[in-house]
């Protein structure tokens, strides 16, 4: 299958600095990914649709302004999250998608701890 | 939105037995129902998806049924192996379509050698 690479596997930061994590599809075009923050025993969350060249849509209560999407390019998307506070400790994880009618692959995922 | 419910929460079978684990949705319209395996602390792998045109497929020991008119669908395993042990995900996409998905609440599988 297709690769999504997904970096840091692990960060650990300072609770009010800001930590980005990069998406990235290898060996395909992704026109849309998704950001997804999964809890400890829980499911994944979906937290925001990254369109190529467009702004970000972000479900129902995810803060746009604290979590930052930025898809500058169809191998690319990041996300930011800014001042960032122990509640946001999660494992953030990435998928991304060539097509409509295509398969989702998920990226490894990063560890986020904020201490 | 989508509403996906996912029974049971854990599970526990003994080596060789088989194990079900069964999805419901909301969604009439939904016709993509993939099923994701997810390791402690690593990334959802796709084990194996079906279209709303077929009501089985099976890949091995692993196979999922689905049945439109109820709204539902489940992953079989059988022969069950210790390393059949993880966490697995139903998902549903949303408005139909192939895009945004919603993940059910997992199933917790431990297969007891």
């Known amino acids: 299958g297709a690769v999504v690479s997904q970096h840091p596997s692990r960060v650990i930061c300072k609770s009010g600095t800001s930590v980005k994590i990069e998406c990235r599809s290898l060996?395909?075009?992704?026109?849309?990914m998704f950001w997804y923050r999964q809890f400890p025993k829980q499911s994944l969350m979906l937290m925001a649709t990254s369109n190529e060249g467009s702004k970000a849509t972000y479900e129902q209560g995810v803060e746009k302004d604290k979590f930052l999407i930025n898809h500058a390019s169809l191998t690319l998307s990041t996300l930011t999250v800014t001042s960032a506070h122990p509640e946001d400790s999660s494992f953030y994880i990435c998928s991304a998608r060539g097509g409509s009618n295509t398969e989702a692959f998920f990226g490894q995922g990063t560890r986020l701890t904020v201490v | 939105g989508e509403n996906v419910e996912q029974h049971p929460s854990t599970l526990s079978v003994q080596e060789g037995d088989s194990a079900v684990i069964k999805c419901t949705y909301s969604?009439?319209?939904?016709?993509?129902f993939p099923w994701y395996k997810q390791e402690l602390g690593k990334r959802p792998q796709l084990i194996i998806d079906?279209?709303?045109?077929?009501g089985e497929k099976k890949d091995q020991r692993i196979a999922v049924t689905l049945n439109k008119t109820a709204k539902h669908f489940s992953l079989h395993i059988t022969e069950t192996q210790p390393e059949d042990s993880a966490v697995y995900f139903c998902a549903v996409p949303l408005s139909g379509g192939y895009q945004k998905v919603t993940f059910g609440t997992g199933t917790k599988l431990q297969v007891i050698p």
């Open positions: 969604d009439s319209a939904s016709n993509y």
């Open positions: 079906i279209r709303s045109n077929v």
């Open positions: 060996d395909f075009q992704a026109t849309t």
